[in-house]
């Protein structure tokens, strides 16, 4: 039997100090959290809000740019639209061109819903960057799209 190599426990401090993916989970969750509990009232969690956003264009976009932006797979993508679509938010429609391939297009309830939803994210969205302080949110977009 091999012996088990035991890791310092300053390793573990070092890293609850220093790891990027740790912390970016953690303020990822965070930022949901807060923004889950703002669209609480319309029923709407922040993925929604992403999802039904990125579906804002003047045409249907098909599913593989929408996932890309979303940093989503297309099954996780499909899951995602179920609610939606069941709410009424959201119709799936097949591509005049190629009829093999879907498209997303919001609803007149999808857009109400989303008009509803905006003042609450400006507002939300306002508070954190307020909290991070001057210059330091567009700094911390930048920094995160480098990294993505």
């Known amino acids: 039997m091999s012996k088990h190599i035991v890791i310092p426990f300053e390793a573990t401090l070092h890293v609850r100090d220093t790891c990027l993916c740790l912390h970016v989970q953690r303020a990822a969750r965070a930022l949901g959290r807060k923004f889950d509990e703002a669209l609480r009232f319309l029923d709407l969690t922040n993925g929604q809000f992403s999802l039904l956003m990125s579906l804002n264009?003047?045409?249907?976009?098909?599913?593989?740019?929408?996932?890309?932006?979303?940093?989503?797979?297309?099954?996780?993508?499909?899951?995602?639209?179920?609610?939606?679509?069941?709410?009424?938010?959201?119709?799936?429609?097949?591509?005049?061109?190629?009829?093999?391939?879907?498209?997303?297009?919001?609803?007149?309830?999808?857009?109400?819903?989303?008009?509803q939803a905006m003042p609450i994210w400006t507002k939300t969205h306002a508070e954190?960057?307020?909290?991070?302080?001057d210059g330091i949110p567009g700094r911390l977009r930048t920094d995160l799209m480098a990294l993505a």
């Open 57 to 115: 264009r003047p045409e249907p976009p098909p599913m593989a740019p929408v996932a890309h932006l979303l940093a989503m797979d297309r099954t996780t993508l499909t899951a995602a639209l179920k609610p939606l679509e069941k709410r009424g938010l959201v119709t799936i429609i097949v591509d005049r061109e190629d009829r093999r391939q879907r498209r997303m297009k919001l609803t007149p309830a999808g857009h109400a819903l989303l008009s």
């Open 128 to 133: 954190v960057d307020a909290a991070l302080g």
